[in-house]
């Protein structure tokens, strides 16, 4: 990454952070899959998504956690806790982290009667525990389970389970701002880094509007990297794309593919 | 998760945080597989991994994101940044988050000109760099690459590589302390969470030493929830164990598997 570029589009694109709330997360039971999607999602955006935190249940963590990166970031997202089980306590921590009370919201009620009526199941307190969204909020459609998610000013309050995680974020997506779109391209090849390392500092300095990286992966027959340029000037990737090959094919390797 | 149960588990076990350093993780180019992996290495060990934080490739807040984390808990491990190309800054980092100097370490360098010259590649200066070492730090063994982690403290640097860092992991793993061994117990049913909230509550209650939740998963053909039991009393965890595969009996559920 180029420091200087970073500051320079912190200035014109907003910003994220995700917590990603769940014991689950932090034991290695549940392999999390929602901060790529997130993040791919945001960038696609042109959101850049500073950082993500994974942090447990604990109430007075969720809550520190939330009023740290509110201030901080354009957008906060998080993921996790609003079922209807005891370890579910984002939305009391979020209505705490912004000095609210909890009440039952009258729309997430009426949903959530209807949908447990239409199949037949009880409502009872701990499903209707659901439909307690902090004073203030605004709801979330969530079209595969109906409990909803919310946003709290700049807070964005989501399902930790990856499908219903995903169609929330399909109805929040439009309600975000739009930043400089964020291209990236990028040239598989079979050299190591070593080999590369001071063409492509070389190449980063030159194009210093442009996030450059090379990211090593495994493939079934042996090694691969993959070399990779971010940034919002199409004119600049397109350069980028042309010079990373050049470089590879100047060093002996092979293009084992382009991912633009 | 049962937050007064919280408050002792950290009175005697260890504490840990882990530092995901990448840009190519927050944008959703690269899936984590990390944290999963290190989370649940810990877990055996009895080590409690309280936070994970993704952050970029940005040198002001590496060095800050150590510093705050590294008088906070026992431990503190970070992947990613540790190799040849202009990106990789976490020693650099790390030195100065430490205030030392970033000298190149003997040994690292005599075992990285062995292996470069054993395999007629050219030691040059981006892969010289990888013997660069925060100073008064200890090597960790890369078996895979040769190019070390290192310990500064109770910081450990490890490579990204998901192959690279369970290698040094595995080096690093006997050095850690032990904390009490912390089991889990697991139970897999068809009963929607709502079904069960309520006792699963009151078993929680009950259940006080441990720490008790509910997941939901996807399979081929509908819906499944993991009821899981965690903690480090293995009489509690049996009668954990009985105690859920009854409640999912009781309320007419079916039990797909117990992952004990």
């Known amino acids: 990454m180029n ?8 200035q014109i694109a907003p910003t994220a952070a995700l917590i990603l709330i769940g014991n689950e997360i932090l034991s290695g039971r549940t392999q999390d899959k929602n901060l790529a999607f997130i993040g791919s999602r945001l960038a696609a955006r042109g959101i850049v998504l500073r ?12 809550s520190a956690t939330i009023n740290t990166l509110r201030t901080q970031y354009t957008y906060v997202f998080t993921t996790g806790g609003i079922g209807p089980t005891h370890d579910d306590v984002t939305a009391d921590c ?6 609210v009370e909890l009440p039952v919201h ?10 447990f009526r239409g199949r037949g199941v009880e409502p009872n307190a701990d499903r209707m525990r659901m439909a307690r969204i902090p004073q203030g909020a605004e709801l979330v459609d969530n079209p595969v389970s109906i409990a909803p998610g919310f946003r709290m000013e700049n807070v964005f309050v989501m399902a930790g389970v990856p499908r219903i995680m995903q169609a929330m974020f399909d109805n929040i997506e439009p309600t975000l701002a739009v930043g400089p779109s964020i291209g990236s391209v990028s040239v598989v ?7 590369f390392a001071g063409d492509l500092r070389a190449l980063q300095e030159t194009l210093s509007e442009l996030d450059l990286g090379s990211y090593p992966i495994s493939v079934e027959n042996g090694a691969r990297v993959v070399l990779v340029a971010r940034g919002t000037d199409v004119v600049k990737l397109t350069q980028a794309s042309d010079q990373l090959q050049a470089l590879v094919r100047r060093l002996g390797g092979t293009i084992y593919g382009d991912e633009r």
């Open 106 to 115: 009258a729309e997430a009620e009426r949903r959530l009667l209807e949908y």
């Open 94 to 99: 979020v209505a705490q982290a912004f000095g």
């Open 189 to 195: 090849c079979d050299l190591p880094e070593g080999d």
């Open 3 to 10: 420091p200087s570029k970073d500051a320079e589009t912190a």
């Open 51 to 62: 950082e993500a935190r994974v942090i447990a249940d604990s109430p007075d963590v969720i």
